[in-house]
């Protein structure tokens, strides 16, 4: 399970960084406190990839904090984040959970620890942090998981930036009959109770996240981060593809054979090289009005 997660990571890392919404990213930098190295958390880290976005998008110096459930997870975030150190010509000092990234333009610590944030209860991982981030997450947690996370990082002052919340919406080109019946089941599937505080938001978590900052008197952003895949994205396309028809067989177990028709249909059009997915996603910022 964790090992086909990983790769699922690894497989769509360089998709959402292309994905990101620039403007959001800015208007969380923006909002960041000067004049001391910045304490960070970063929820649901998986292998690090918004580290790996962020850390040079973010000013100064860095103290991150990346919590995962997954050990596994944690574990690989640490052998993918040295290489990526290294690659840069950084020095990389490793020391079990902790360890650090020192290059001309960059200064990061970072602490990985288990965490799980099926109840938002830490307070001590929200603690002194200037920002609160997450990607990919969003769409997994309930809706009072966000009401949670909004009052967290108010209690604490933090800036938030979630990218990459799948907001429900998906084009497929050359399209097929049943792609959006697809689709509606894998929306369904979306809100099922992924153990992150009850039933997921699923395609409504953005819209939800939004409510939830403005509700504790926080500025928010909230911009496009669509994923727009081509036949360079081969790989990426297959297991959203895979991953579509499993979720819609399971809402809607009568329309099987359908579902597994159309999932040869559509991974025809892959191997073709014709075959374009757009997947919506939402990146939002939100911070505190200060003064
Ligand atoms: C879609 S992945 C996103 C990972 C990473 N943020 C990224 O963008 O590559 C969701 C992550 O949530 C983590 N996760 C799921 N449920 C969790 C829980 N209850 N507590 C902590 N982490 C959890 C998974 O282990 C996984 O790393």
């Avoid at 960059?106 to 981030?133: K, N, Q, W």
């Amino acid at each position: 399970m964790d090992e086909s997660l990983s790769e699922w990571l690894r497989r769509r890392e360089s998709a959402d960084a292309v994905a990101r919404s620039s403007a959001v990213t800015r208007a969380a930098v923006d909002a960041l406190p000067g004049g001391e190295a910045l304490r960070i958390l970063d929820l649901a880290t998986g292998r690090g990839s918004n580290i790996r976005f962020l850390a040079g998008r973010l000013p100064g110096p860095q103290q991150w904090l990346a919590v995962d459930r997954s050990p596994a997870l944690l574990d690989s975030l640490r052998e993918v984040m040295t290489a990526w150190g290294e690659a840069r010509g950084c020095r990389v000092r490793n020391e079990a959970s902790r360890y650090g990234i020192r290059g001309v333009d960059m200064a990061c610590d970072i602490e990985t620890r288990e965490v799980d944030l099926g109840r938002l209860d830490r307070d001590e991982i929200f603690v002194g942090r200037h920002l609160v981030t997450a990607s990919a997450l969003l769409d997994l947690v309930s809706e009072s998981w966000l009401q949670a996370l909004a009052a967290r990082c108010r209690d604490v002052g933090a800036v938030g930036l979630f990218t990459i919340t799948y907001n429900g919406r998906c084009a497929c080109v050359p399209a097929e009959p049943e792609d959006d019946m697809v689709r509606d089941l894998m929306n369904l599937h979306q809100k099922g109770d992924k153990g992150l505080g009850g039933p997921a938001a699923g395609p409504d978590a953005s819209a939800c996240a939004e409510r939830s900052f403005l509700d504790v008197g926080y500025r928010v952003r909230r911009e496009p981060s669509d994923w727009v895949l081509t036949s360079e994205d081969a790989d990426v396309q297959r297991t959203l593809i895979e991953g579509w028809a499993e979720a819609a067989t399971e809402m809607g177990p009568d329309r099987g054979s359908v579902i597994s028709d159309w999932r040869a249909r559509r991974l025809a059009h892959v191997d073709a090289g014709r075959s374009r997915l757009t997947v919506g996603h939402d990146d939002l910022a939100a911070w505190p009005t200060r003064g």
